[in-house]
């Protein structure tokens, strides 16, 4: 009788243990979520899309992968604070506040563009974003892991100044296409609406948005008769896995 008392005595702490099991794999699992950052910003002031855009994307991002609210700026007809110095001061706060091992620095930049970059446009001031610039903007950070997603005509342009494992680019263009749907009144771009509307909302990867988003826009190009725009996607092989949206 003593000695089926200790084997129960000993069964005991290790039944406990299997229970918690579960417990502890949930907060680890909690422990490794990677979360993003997003600073999203509306550069084109004379069209109204680019301020919708612009809000609308950096909340589907927080929604679907989680992560403090937004830093969210944009230029309107009569002026606007979303400038390239505001830009770098945004990102500079922003990183700041990260945990460089585990979240994603998630930038989302909106206007028309052109083989030189993005034009920055609030009321009579303009001013171009250069690749070399937001470039420098973006290591000046020394942020690990970033995406990056741009949706302008000739967005291609920033791809070889921004993309490597550690950084995501996603462009709603080729460096030598337009993208279409600029338009005051629009809610989206074909782009915008295509990836962040659309295909984040049903995807949990942004990988898989990517595809499904490309295809959407060339089927909307073609409807239209529009020249292709070619939408990309590059680097991003360390940052890619990260980011796992929460179930659509």
Not at 24 to 51: C, I, M, T, W, Y
Request: charged share 20%.
């Amino acid at each position: 009788m003593a000695k089926h008392w200790l084997r129960r005595l000993h069964a005991a702490p290790i039944a406990l243990a299997m229970a918690l099991l579960p417990l502890a794999a949930g907060v680890n699992a909690a422990e490794d979520v990677h979360k993003p950052a997003v600073v999203s910003f509306g550069l084109f002031g004379d069209q109204r899309v680019f301020q919708r855009e612009a809000t609308g994307a950096a909340q589907i991002v927080v929604d679907r992968f989680g992560g403090d609210p937004p830093v969210v700026k944009f230029n309107t007809k009569k002026g606007g604070d979303a400038t390239t110095a505001s830009l770098a001061a945004a990102l500079q706060a922003t990183a700041k506040k990260m945990d460089d091992a585990n979240d994603v620095l998630f930038l989302i930049l909106t206007s028309h563009g052109s083989p030189d970059g993005l034009a920055v446009v609030a009321d009579r001031r303009q001013a171009m974003l250069a690749p070399a610039r937001l470039a420098d903007m973006l290591n000046a950070t020394h942020v690990r892991y970033r995406a990056v997603v741009i949706s302008a005509c000739y967005s291609g342009v920033f791809i070889p100044r921004l993309a490597n494992p550690d950084s995501l680019v996603i462009t709603a263009a080729d460096a030598d296409h337009s993208s279409f749907g600029c338009e005051d009144r629009a809610k989206w771009t074909y782009f915008g609406d295509a990836f962040f509307n659309v295909a984040l909302r049903r995807t949990s990867r942004l990988k898989d948005a990517f595809v499904l988003a490309r295809s959407l826009v060339a089927q909307r190009e073609a409807r239209n008769g529009f020249a292709p725009s070619h939408p990309q996607m590059a680097g991003g092989e360390n940052v890619e896995p990260l980011l796992v949206a929460r179930s659509p």
